[in-house]
Nanobody
Framework: QLQASGGGLVQAGDSLRLSCRASGNIFSVYAMAWFRQAPGKAREFVAAITWSDSERRYAESALGRFTISRDNAENTVYLQMNNLKSEDSAVYYC??????????????????????WGQGTLVTVSS
């Protein structure tokens, strides 16, 4: 299971750190990602990190402002969001991509590649 937390109401320019704690069979996880979905819009990729931290990937909208990291000891992935903008307002979901092969490379941004999802945490940025 994935448990997301850390959302809230902030002002433009503020920061937030989202957390996603994984439990259960984490050994089958290849990568963890954050997606977001604003009302009336499709779910979009924000950032992802392989469980080994060999790769990280960001959406263009997140580059330079968001940082994804993980703490394997805590089975937790974080998304540090700085300089938040009103357009960042959305429900943020963490997701896990399973290992499909002995050797995998790259990070996928299609939400259909992710099989386990957290419940979502709401981020609202007022301008």
């Amino acid at each position: 299971q994935l448990q997301a937390s850390g959302g809230g109401l902030v002002q433009a320019g503020d920061s937030l750190r989202l957390s996603c704690r994984a439990s259960g069979n984490i050994f089958s996880v290849y990568a963890m990602a954050w997606f977001r979905q604003a009302p009336g819009k499709a779910r979009e990729f924000v950032a992802a990190i392989t469980w080994s931290d060999s790769e990280r990937r960001y959406a263009e909208s997140a580059l330079g402002r968001f940082t994804i990291s993980r703490d394997n000891a805590e089975n937790t992935v974080y998304l540090q969001m700085n300089n938040l903008k009103s357009e960042d307002s959305a429900v943020y979901y963490c997701a896990a991509e399973p290992k499909r092969a002995l050797i995998m490379v790259g990070i996928r941004t299609d939400p259909r590649e992710y099989r386990r999802w957290g419940q979502g945490t709401l981020v609202t940025v007022s301008s």
